[in-house]
């Protein structure tokens, strides 16, 4: 139980263009979805928290124009990367908390190439 | 804020010999305190969790950590190690169960046929 669904795996963009990345939880209601950033050989840095039906909260240094983050329903969250530069490339992972026992649930993340 | 300590970047042992990563942690209130294992290219894999009770915890693939408060560690260990067990290791902490976790700069874990 408790499964979190990030989709895509991995994605080359071009520079200038916009990239979504969606975690989906399968089997439960995930009302908060963390958002992390990880770069090679790097430890996972908080990007963003989302709950659903609010705005979002990003952590300092993290430009919310470009990483914009929408936690429309209880089993949806995306992160939009807006003007994509060689610099976003990373890799991008979702967590989500979940009641059982204090567990997190993490996506299998998203490894984004910007050329 | 809290912040999580993993003193070594790298650890290598030999197969069948017991293998320790070390966690230090600093938070104000009681810890949740976690493990994770990942693999290239891939996301996180839950190893195991201290939330209260015991303070030894076992976990998945004959894992185990022991919290002890005093020292504010939470060192993984495992009594004798695997090839397969070669990865990246991350301690993470967070002070509820809503909140985000915060993760240490993980180790990486060698473990040499």
């Known amino acids: 139980g408790a499964v979190v669904s990030q989709h895509p795996s991995w994605v080359i963009c071009k520079s200038g263009t916009s990239v979504k990345i969606e975690c989906r939880s399968l089997?439960?209601?995930?009302?908060?979805m963390f958002w992390y950033r990880q770069f090679p050989k790097q430890s996972l840095m908080l990007m963003a928290t989302s709950n659903e039906g609010s705005k979002a909260t990003y952590e300092q240094g993290v430009e919310k124009d470009k990483f914009l983050i929408n936690h429309a329903s209880l089993t949806l969250s995306t992160l939009t990367v807006t003007s994509a530069h060689p610099e976003d490339s990373s890799f991008y992972i979702c967590?989500?908390?979940?009641?059982?026992?204090?567990?997190?649930?993490f996506g299998s993340g998203t490894r984004l190439t910007v050329v | 804020a809290q912040s999580v300590a993993q003193p070594e970047d790298q650890v290598n042992v030999a197969e069948g010999n017991p293998l320790t990563v070390k966690c230090t942690y600093s938070?104000?209130?009681?810890?949740?305190l976690f493990w994770y294992v990942q693999y290239p290219n891939r996301g996180l894999q839950f190893l195991l969790k201290y939330i209260t009770g015991d303070n030894l915890v076992k976990g998945s693939y004959g894992f185990e950590a022991e919290f002890n408060k005093s020292q504010t560690s939470f060192h993984l260990k495992k009594p004798s190690a695997l090839v397969s067990d070669s990865a990246l290791y991350f301690c993470?902490?967070?002070?509820?169960?809503?909140?985000?976790?915060?993760f240490g700069k993980g180790t990486r874990l060698s473990v040499i046929a």
């Open positions: 938070v104000s209130g009681n810890p949740y």
């Open positions: 967590s989500a908390p979940h009641g059982m026992n204090y567990g997190y649930t």
């Open positions: 089997d439960f209601q995930a009302t908060t």
């Open positions: 993470a902490v967070s002070v509820a169960g809503n909140t985000p976790l915060v």
